[in-house]
């Protein structure tokens, strides 16, 4: 086998094309909802009747919507809404969800067993439909929208953890970390999550594009933030009305929904193959030895 | 116990069954014999070494010597105390006196972690109240023992050549001055020159340390050079076991006869006549009362087949289980 | 006339830390019914050398040099035509049966196949042909194998299957790599000599790559050592046992464990294997042998007569041959 020097993650990553478009298209993102904390070229709340369905011009790039408000302030500080969802969501989700899917494998047997039947349960209701559920028991609104895409991100989180950790449990190091006494809790730690941490990285990125996705259906529904707090699902439901008169309303919204979620998409593939060990040896190298 | 004949393991009846999967949900759950009254003694500063080929058991007998798989039956004693009993935490801290090396150079040492954290990993166990400098010459001495470098402990182990690794692998063994190492086929994946090189070091590591070796591997003529003593293991069973000189010199069991004679000789001959051992080694499902290698020996009588073989001593300290000896 | 011809053979591929010389100017000629072992330690070239033989090398590899199998200029063929080369004339057989070996078809299925393909055969022809290799190969009771899955089968029987597969269209050249590595050694001595028979039987010519020097001296007429990509010694089996040539070759022979002998220290060759991508200049084994002067490491030794058809490829030979550490060890 090959001691090969690998050239450094950068080069790497610069030569891959999704992870560049990627990181190009989901920092733009970022960097709207950055930029709207500071500046907006309109107020995002600020109703002005007298402007309403504008069409784009020099004034409001985007136009404006039928309450006279700038739809490029309302995409920005949307992005900061999607983006708080998309991060919150995910975190709970990969909090919980590593943990239980560690705690499965690390013990197999039972807990492994009711970990995973617990994932199949969830499994078995589609995601939206059960986002959908607990918005309407626990009431509309930004953080229950957030807790229920984060529930709902759980056993993705698990179910993930437990097989790349089960792949990792059965490799002869953990063979030798057991045979010179550590126990399973420092194992885990030690041997176990180091190795699965960029998988579980890569899942997070695209659990997040599915995340904002899954908001901006919830607003869209009604479900999810209210107003005045602009949001891009909710922006699309807005505009439904108005579709043949303005039809830039619905454009731009859906648009910048599609850039963010593709971008993080390919983000996530891109990591998962610049993260993956097998990269740094080189594709040829199994021919090489015996 | 500190004399120095006393035995450092010895196993009594060691059994290890495993129970497959059922098929169906009819049918009974079928059992796999690994491991089949084993038992063995190995003193101190000695090396046994245990040779049999896939499916013979040999792994899983290194395994359940390391207490890393339950036993079914029997009994296990390393340095008087038998693992198998203690408590979990206990048996972690006993774990410093017998340590394991593995087969593969490449699976055995975590990517993630430094040389230096792969060989004090022991220790973290064993003298976690060692001050970090204490520590770091305790691996700096034991890296350099097998042939390392103390700049090597900064490095990750895909920056070494599979020999090397092996190296690290040995030295992680080494760190708590173990009474034993048990060695899993410790060279095979290894390149003939290197081989040499990691064969030379463990011989070299026992004269220095006076470890004792339970070397397993299926290459009989690498147990020759490392061991005192051969175990001879067939269908979970061991068949042969005494001397390395008796066995080799004079092997009693068809057995070991048709393993010996079927290694490759390095001396070019046309058409040697090999004793060849036909078909394959059955499947360790199943039992038979007779003796587990009636179907493949050239020998083969009927009583074979309906009586199991004792191991019988057919030199001084050389036993076989054969009825035709 | 020569079955096949090797012409200063050279194979490079580009590997992330930089370009991999994998074969350097090998040459050879391969007479009907001759055996030819090549042996050397992983990462020698051995393995690559048979992919550029069978034209299966990696996407972007670079080939130069001549190969020619009965007359005909097997780099002046397409993809198209070389398949059909692949398997009618040329066969090989691989170490690892499992994965070489399609798991989702029957053993049957993937015997008659190709010899469908090539021989055109009839349905009912081809199966009473494919039974029949079946049988020859050892598969005792070849309808029940037919019928058999890869994963119902020990490793033996396997590689047995493989053979089969490799036999189906009456190949000239057999390339048998590693055929032995993953088996047992009791059935390895077993799938040697059904090589060594159907070899004989059929007048193939073999090639036979291994690591083990004990398989190649008890295998083949002619052998080859390889070390960094290059041949570095060669000649007929018993001679180049008899009279070990090359430091490289006699550091090999006295590193391997013999069984015939008592619990002593190993001679062993310091340093490792060099890597291919990053091979030191003058000749390859210099940082390694101990018999290295200063123009080892700027000179590439040429290929040197040590007797009759066997050489060896050293610019120090008669201080290699005149060293009694090493030697033969009949």
Known sequence: MNVS????????????????????????VVLLALISLVWTPHSAYELDIANKLKPPSPAHWLGT???????????????????????????IGMAVGV?????????????????????????????????????????????????????????VFARITRGSANAIWAREFVLAARAAGKGRAQITLGHVLPNILSAIIVQATIFFAI???????????????????????????????????????????????????????????????????????????????? | MTFADAPVVEAEGLTRHYTLPRERLTAAPQRVFALNQVSLTVRAGRSLGVVGESGCGKSTLARCVMALEPLTAGTLHILGKDPHVMRAWTLRRHRRNFQMVFQDPFGSLDPRHTVGRIVAEPLDVAEKWLKPDDRRGRVREVLESVGLKEADMSKYPHEFSGGQRQRVAIARALVTRPALIVADEPVSALDVSVQAQVLNLLQDLQDLYGVTYLLISHDLAVVKYVCHEVAVMYLGRIVEYGPTEGIFTNATHPYTRALLDAVPKLSPSRRRARSALKGMVPDPTETNPGCPFADRCPLVESQCRSQAPELREVAPGHVAACHLV | MSVLEVDRLTVALPMVAGLARAVRDVSFRLERGETLGIVGESGCGKSMMALALMGLLPEGADLRGGITLNGCDLRALDEKAMCRVRGNAIAMVFQEPMTSLNPVHTIGKQVIEPLMLHSGLGRDEANAETLSLLERVGLVDPRRFYGAYPHQLSGGQRQRAMIAMALSCHPEVLIADE????????????????????????????????HDLGV?????????????????????????????????????????????????????????????????????????????????RSQVPDMRSVGENHSAACLRLDAAMASSSFGSRR
């Open chain 3, 179 to 210: 055929p032995t590595t993953a088996l047992d050694v009791t059935i390895q001595g077993q799938i040697l000599d059904l090589i060594r028979d159907v070899v004989s039987e059929r007048q193939m010519s073999l090639i036979l790559i291994s």
């Open chain 1, 5 to 28: 020097r690998r050239p450094g993650l950068h080069t790497l990553a610069l030569r891959h094309r999704s992870f560049l478009l990627g990181s190009v298209l989901s920092g733009l």
């Open chain 3, 216 to 296: 190649i001296a008890e295998t083949v007429d002619r052998v080859f050592v390889m070390y960094g990509g290059a041949v570095v010694e060669q000649g007929p089996t018993p001679d180049v046992f008899a009279r070990l040539a090359h430091p490289y070759t006699q550091g090999l022979f006295a590193a391997v464990p013999q069984v015939g002998e008592g619990r002593r220290r190993l001679r062993t060759i310091p340093g490792t294997v060099p890597e291919l991508a990053d091979l030191p200049g003058g000749c390859t084994f210099a940082d390694r042998c101990s018999l290295a002067h200063e123009t080892c």
């Open chain 1, 99 to 155: 943990l239980l899917g560690l705690w499965a494998s690390a013990q197999r047997g039972w807990a492994e067993e009711l970990v995973m039947r617990f994932s199949d349960f969830t499994f078995a209701f589609p995601a939206i439909l059960s986002a959908i559920m607990i918005t309407a028991i626990l009431g509309p609104g930004a953080v229950n929208s957030i807790l229920a895409i984060g529930i709902f991100n759980i056993p």
């Open chain 1, 65 to 91: 919507d039928h309450f006279g408000r700038d739809v490029t302030s309302m995409i920005m500080v949307g992005a900061q809404n999607s983006l708080v969802v998309g991060v919150v969501a995910v975190s």
């Open chain 1, 211 to 290: 995340a904002i996705l899954a908001e901006a259906a919830l607003s869209y529904l009604g479900l999810g933030t209210q107003p005045p707090q602009p949001s891009w699902g909710r922006m699309l439901n807005e505009a439904q009305t108005f579709l043949y008169l303005s039809p830039h309303l619905a454009l731009f919204p859906g648009l910048v929904i599609v850039i963010s979620v593709l971008g993080f998409n390919m983000l996530g593939d891109g990591l998962r193959d610049l993260l993956d060990p097998r990269l740094s040896r080189t594709r040829l190298a199994g021919y090489s030895s015996r």
